[in-house]
């Protein structure tokens, strides 16, 4: 069965203390593997796209990573700003077609000033 | 702004009660998804359709559920006779699959409360 799990559950940081944040998934077909960056009571926003191993993304203060197992979720030199909860997926769907994402619990991100 | 949009934002029933919500996608987009979200979880998976075809349905999705996307434009999700374990965040996403690059695009989501 097609699963995400992502560490930590929860991350304190002080402003300017970069980090990283983690999801190792198993699935039977990677059909991409997706970063999104959730505030309260709102839905998730979009952040990147990886597809293979060794692809790296870079946006602002984020770059996220891939391998054959895990995705990182580097934070360089946080600000309050970036305190979310940031989730991760993997396209599941059956056939080849990309169809649901399976998502992770998600890592909620403290930035302190 | 030309992004995804749900309507109500906000939905309080009583129990037994029916309830219905509205998606309107991105328009040039061609699947649109539904999920559910509870507090300290990520967004499961329901539904979706591409153009009006629904095209999967996950387990979660059980007989008081129903989807429809007529014309392949907005979507509406029904649950009849709401228990209070429906009580969640149901978010709407949407993508351009085919030409696009198939990300998915969410909505701000309809914060349901089931009394």
């Known amino acids: 069965e097609d699963q995400v799990t992502q560490s930590p559950e929860a991350l304190r940081l002080q402003e300017g203390e970069s980090s990283s944040l983690n999801c190792s998934y198993t699935?039977?077909?990677?059909?991409?593997l997706f970063w999104y960056r959730q505030d309260p009571g709102k839905g998730p926003e979009f952040l990147f796209t990886?597809?293979?191993a060794g692809e790296e993304k870079e946006k602002e203060r984020l770059k996220a990573t891939l391998t054959k197992k895990e995705s990182f979720l580097h934070i360089t030199a946080p600000k309050p700003e970036d305190s979310a909860t940031y989730l991760c997926?993997?396209?599941?769907?059956?056939?080849?077609?990309?169809?649901?994402?399976?998502f992770g619990k998600g890592t909620k991100l403290s930035v302190k000033p | 702004d030309t992004g995804v949009s749900q309507n109500p934002r906000h939905k309080i029933t009583k129990r037994g009660q029916n309830v219905t919500f509205r998606c309107d996608p991105i328009?040039?987009?061609?699947?649109l998804y539904w999920y559910r979200q509870t507090l300290g979880q990520g967004p499961e998976f329901l539904t979706y359709f591409q153009n009006e075809a629904q095209l999967e349905k996950s387990r979660l999705l059980s007989d008081r559920f129903s989807a429809e996307r007529p014309k392949g434009s907005f979507s509406t999700l029904e649950i009849q006779r709401t228990e209070q374990g429906d009580s969640a965040m149901y978010l709407c996403?949407?993508?351009?699959?085919?030409?696009?690059?198939?990300?998915?695009?969410f909505g701000p989501g309809t914060r349901l409360t089931v009394l």
């Open positions: 990886l597809y293979s």
């Open positions: 996403a949407s993508s351009l699959v085919g030409t696009g690059t198939g990300e998915q695009f």
């Open positions: 699935v039977s077909g990677l059909r991409g």
């Open positions: 328009s040039e987009h061609n699947r």
């Open positions: 997926a993997v396209g599941g769907g059956y056939g080849g077609s990309q169809g649901n994402l399976i």
